[in-house]
C-alpha cells in the first residue's frame, strides 16, 4: 500500500524557523510535492522534489532523501500568514498523487 | 485564465438525492482529479482522469461516477447521497502527472452536506 507521514500539529512564533517531516511508503515513487491549504480554502502547490537534496524557494526549502523515504519542508522567517495546514504528496508510478493527513502550522506573534 | 472553476460552491442534500458537481479548466490540462477533504483530514482521490473519455478510480470512488467527454470538462455524480458524502470536494487538473515540477492546480471547492 501507499502511506504518507506527518506530524498533525505544529507552533512556532513569528520569525522562527519549523521543519516539516513526512514520512512515505510509495511503490515506483517519483518524487514528493508539498502543498499549503489556508483555511477554508483550497490547497495550493509549494514544491516538488525528483532528486535528493534540497530545493529553495524564497523562504521556503523542500527536501528529499529517497534511500530514507523521507522529506520535509522548512519554513524560515515565520509570518502569521503562514499559518495553514501543510500536506506532503506521494508521486508513484502510474498512481495519482497521494496526499498525507496534512500539518497544521500555527504561527503565533 | 479561470484556471479550475467549480459549481456549487455550496449544495445540502436529502439523503437518496443526487447530484453533479461540476468542474471546468481552462488550461488545457489533460490531468483531471476529484479529491474530497473531510474536516481535519487530508485528500482521499475518488477518481482521476488522464484524458478524454478515459477515467479511472482512487482510493474512495465507491457512491461517485465520472465522465470526462472534454478536456475541459469532469463531472463528478452522487447518486443516492448519504451523510457519509458529507464533505468537501476539490476538483484538481494537471498538466503532466510524475514530472519534475508537476503541479496540481485545485478549484475552490464544493462544501456538501447530506442530511
Known amino acids: 500500500g501507499q502511506s504518507l507521514e506527518q506530524p498533525s500539529e505544529v507552533t512556532a512564533v513569528e520569525g522562527a524557523i519549523v521543519q516539516i517531516n513526512c514520512t512515505y511508503q510509495t511503490s515506483g515513487f517519483y518524487g514528493l510535492s508539498w502543498y499549503q491549504q489556508h483555511d477554508g480554502g483550497a490547497p495550493t502547490f509549494l514544491s516538488y522534489?525528483?532528486?535528493?537534496g534540497l530545493e529553495e524557494t524564497g523562504r521556503f526549502s523542500s527536501f528529499l532523501s529517497r534511500s530514507d523515504s523521507y522529506g520535509y519542508l522548512l519554513l524560515q522567517e515565520l509570518q502569521m500568514k503562514d499559518s495553514a495546514s501543510y500536506f506532503c504528496a506521494a508521486q508513484g508510478a502510474g498512481t495519482a498523487l497521494i496526499f498525507g493527513k496534512g500539518t497544521t502550522l500555527s504561527v503565533s506573534s | 485564465n479561470a484556471g479550475v472553476t467549480q459549481t456549487p460552491k455550496f449544495r445540502i442534500l436529502k439523503i437518496g438525492q443526487s447530484m453533479t458537481l461540476q468542474c471546468t479548466q481552462d488550461?488545457?490540462?489533460?490531468?483531471m482529479y476529484w479529491y474530497r477533504q473531510d474536516p481535519g483530514m487530508g485528500l482521499k482521490l475518488i477518481y482521476y482522469s488522464v484524458g478524454a473519455g478515459i477515467t479511472d478510480k482512487g482510493e474512495v470512488p465507491n457512491g461517485y461516477n465520472v465522465s470526462r467527454s472534454t478536456t475541459e470538462d469532469f463531472p463528478l455524480r452522487l447518486e443516492l447521497a448519504a451523510p457519509s458524502q458529507t464533505s468537501v470536494y476539490f476538483c484538481a487538473s494537471s498538466l503532466t502527472q510524475g514530472a519534475p515540477g508537476d503541479e496540481q492546480y485545485f478549484g475552490p471547492g464544493t462544501r456538501l452536506t447530506v442530511t
Open positions: 488550461m488545457n490540462h489533460n490531468y
Open positions: 522534489n525528483a532528486l535528493d
